[in-house]
């Protein structure tokens, strides 16, 4: 006997992205807002100006990826039950990539899932991490393998939050900004080269066209089936690097700028890309003290790091390496020798 479930597909999750000052927000249950020691310093007190809520709350995570671990979903979730939110309360990620990832995830598992709005206040937050909906926190096998996809109900970007930003977290946040035109639009990788990121008026244009890209990419791919893996450009290697570095010596974006110019080298030995473009690249990454050099231990371990990571599927592993400035290509399982050839030259700390 067979008993099939017809669900509903009419459910709306649709939702908006709002580029520019932060809007006055009124909700109508309990909220929390989950932040850090450092943002909450800077900004908490010009959030509260612009939220209403029945009732809200203000649970604060230590600052850092290390600290992105299922010990810290726990304390959110006490923290949740101690003020006795409830299914139609409302989580707001106010931080970078890892309080919104964090964040998010501990929506998509509070009773089964409940909203949360995305307030990113890092440069990589606002042009990549905050949307697209994937949520999720570390453990020792890797970087993210353990989360979900659940979409924010609204995300709010505004650069005035971007001005207390160290130099290092904006030089971050310029890596994913590298990564969307070089894998989707070769007009604005030159656009880049030719722009100056510090200028406020550009940085808004570029957040603005990174988001498009990145909002462009989800519709068609929502649960990274297909295009959306584009994404992870650079992110294989840089995943395996911040594993291996504990999560505190990179950020995250300079692990993928590091992450691109090694896929780029690969690309460039599987006669896949341009040499010449490759240096434009890193041209580009180095103009904002991105690292682009890294030493490894040990080729064959690191080689084996990359089965650990989401994209390795029958132990097979997807390379995302450009084939042309605005053009991408997803490489499966390239040879073995080629990629410990690359990797070995990085163990005699050999230049990106």
Do not use: C
């Amino acid at each position: 006997m067979e008993i099939s479930i017809t669900l509903p597909r009419q459910i709306n999750r649709d939702y908006t992205i709002t580029i520019g000052n932060m809007p006055k927000i009124d909700l109508p249950g309990k909220a929390a807002i989950i932040t850090n020691p450092k943002v909450a310093g800077l900004h908490l007190r010009k959030l509260l100006e612009n939220i209403a809520a029945k009732e809200l709350y203000i649970v604060t995570l230590p600052d850092g990826e290390e600290y992105k671990n299922m010990q810290n979903i726990e304390f959110m979730l006490d923290r949740l039950f101690d003020h006795r939110l409830d299914r139609n309360s409302t989580l707001i990620a106010f931080g970078g990539g890892v309080i919104g990832d964090m964040t998010g995830f501990v929506a998509s598992i509070f009773q089964r899932g409940i909203d949360f709005i995305q307030i990113p206040t890092t440069l990589l937050a606002q042009v990549d991490a905050s949307v697209g909906g994937k949520t999720g926190i570390n453990n020792r096998y890797g970087k993210n393998l353990i989360g979900a996809f659940h979409q924010p109900k609204a995300v709010y970007i505004d650069t005035a939050w971007l001005k207390s930003l160290p130099e290092r977290e904006f030089s971050a946040g310029v890596a994913e900004i590298v990564k969307m035109a070089v894998m989707f639009d070769r007009e604005f990788f030159e656009w880049l080269e030719e722009n100056d990121l510090h200028d406020e008026q550009i940085l808004k244009e570029a957040i603005a066209r990174s988001v498009e890209l990145k909002a462009k990419v989800v519709r068609e791919d929502e649960k990274e089936k297909g295009v959306r893996a584009v994404l992870n450009y650079g992110h294989t290697f840089a995943h395996v690097i911040e594993n291996f570095s504990g999560y505190g010596s990179y950020l995250h974006g300079e692990a993928v700028a590091i992450g691109m110019v090694m896929a780029n080298r690969l690309a460039v030995a599987l006669d896949i890309f341009d040499e010449n473009d490759a240096e434009r690249v890193k041209r580009v990454l180095k103009r904002y003290n991105l690292p682009t050099d890294y030493k490894i231990e040990s080729a064959e371990r690191f080689y084996d790091s990359f089965f650990l990571d989401k994209k390795s599927q029958d132990n097979k592993i997807t390379f995302i390496v450009p084939k042309a400035l605005g053009e991408h290509l997803m490489v499966d399982s390239p040879d073995r020798g080629l990629v410990l050839k690359i990797l070995k030259e990085y163990e005699k700390g050999g230049k990106a």
